[in-house]
């Protein structure tokens, strides 16, 4: 079993920053990818960016957001910049044995942490 915990979300203005992390524990010996999703109400849940031997982003994200991970800390982090209302949801983490943008091959979650974007 591996627990994610999510943190770092809050409310930002349109063109601001923010960096969220995403710290592991229990069964971290074997290496994961690790990725983000965000959901927003009455809509599915949708890749953000995944890291493992190479990093992948979502279109409407890319340029502006950059995942990173820590292993030594063993810790995962998504620096958001310019960031633009249509970014608000809410952010989860996530972790899987291969690279991948479904959400369905993420086998643990963290329990989400808060983005809001003001106009």
């Known amino acids: 079993q591996v627990q994610l915990v999510e943190s770092g979300g809050g409310l930002v203005q349109a063109g601001g920053s923010l960096r969220l992390s995403c710290a592991a524990s229990?069964?971290?010996?074997?290496?994961?990818?690790m990725g983000w999703f965000r959901q927003v109400p009455g809509k599915e849940r949708e890749f953000v960016a995944v890291?493992?031997?190479?990093?992948y982003y979502a279109n409407s994200v890319e340029g502006r957001f950059s995942i990173s991970r820590d292993s030594a800390k063993k810790t995962v982090y998504l620096q958001m910049n310019n960031l633009e209302p249509a970014d608000t949801a809410v952010y989860y983490c996530?972790?899987?044995?291969?690279?991948?943008?479904?959400?369905?091959?993420?086998?643990?979650w963290g329990q989400g942490t808060q983005v809001t974007v003001s106009s």
């Open positions: 229990g069964r971290t010996s074997i290496t994961y990818v």
């Open positions: 996530a972790a899987a044995q291969k690279a991948s943008r479904d959400s369905g091959e993420y086998a643990y």
């Open positions: 890291i493992g031997y190479r990093t």
